[in-house]
């Protein structure tokens, strides 16, 4: 469904199964390159491109943050955050609630990086709201569909999504901007950061027009990376439910 919705509806049959087998094959590849390098800090920062972009998106977040971060599931996400975090690049990050085993192991790597991992709940909710007050920055996900959606449903690719809109709320609340981000493999195999501009929030209640204004605002970037390179996008989870697709 997910390669269906991104192709604009035009990959079926064995074109679309074709699709979806590149883009397992690099959701592998993906984990096998972050299991190679994890805990091998040369190794790990070898992966990534550390460029002037790199290095101008750490300077703005000491220059100019606060923000609110949200991560895309594109490329190794991961990979290069734990890098930024080795640069001093560190933030409280709002992570899926009730954490499992192995998304207990996965934030455990993300605190090693120097990132202070809540998974949602009021209380973390609530530390996140204090902390943009204070001038932090948090970061959270973008992409990630709800298993409990919220009322506004904002377009992505066209079609209504049940995607978080934490984001919106928290960045409205506090005033601040959004920032998307990821990091997608290049074609010499390496990893590069990838994120937009600061997207400011509109409107001073969040109206259900209003959070849907401002989420779809947030996506105009990740929705650009993710139709430039679709077998990049580690979504196994459907982000369109009601989407069916053909035969």
Do not use: C
């Not at 192709?7 to 590849?29: H, P």
């Not at 790990?44 to 290095?55: G, I, K, L, P, Q």
């Not at 959270?140 to 709320?169: I, Q, S």
């Not at 996506?219 to 459907?238: F, G, K």
Request: aromatic fraction near 8%; proline fraction near 9%.
């Amino acid at each position: 469904v997910n390669q269906y919705v991104v192709s604009g509806g035009t990959l079926t049959g064995e074109a679309l199964e074709a699709a979806v087998r590149e883009n397992l094959r690099q959701m592998a590849l993906f984990l096998y390159e972050f299991y190679r390098v994890l805990g091998d800090a040369a190794a790990e920062d070898a992966a990534v491109v550390r460029d002037d972009a790199f290095h101008a998106f750490i300077e703005r977040e000491r220059t100019q943050g606060p923000f609110v971060y949200v991560g895309v599931h594109h490329g190794n996400f991961d990979l290069v955050g734990r890098v930024l975090g080795r640069a001093g690049w560190h933030m409280q990050t709002l992570s899926v609630p009730d954490p499992s085993g192995s998304y207990q192991w996965q934030n455990e790597v993300r605190e090693e990086a120097g990132f202070e991992v809540a998974p949602i709940s009021v209380a973390s909710l609530k530390e996140a709201a204090r902390r943009l007050q204070a001038g932090r920055s948090v970061l959270t996900g973008a992409d990630r569909p709800m298993p409990a959606p919220d009322k506004v449903e904002p377009n992505f690719f066209g079609h209504p999504a049940p995607l978080p809109l934490l984001h919106v709320r928290l960045a409205m609340r506090a005033g601040v901007p959004v920032v998307a981000m990821t990091g997608r493999r290049t074609p010499e195999g390496l990893y590069r950061l990838v994120s937009s501009e600061p997207v400011p929030m509109i409107g001073g209640r969040p109206t259900p027009d209003v959070l849907r204004a401002n989420a779809e605002a947030v996506l105009v970037e990740p929705e650009r990376w993710i139709a430039e390179t679709p077998e990049q996008w580690s979504m196994p989870h459907v982000v369109w439910p009601g989407v069916h697709v053909p035969g």
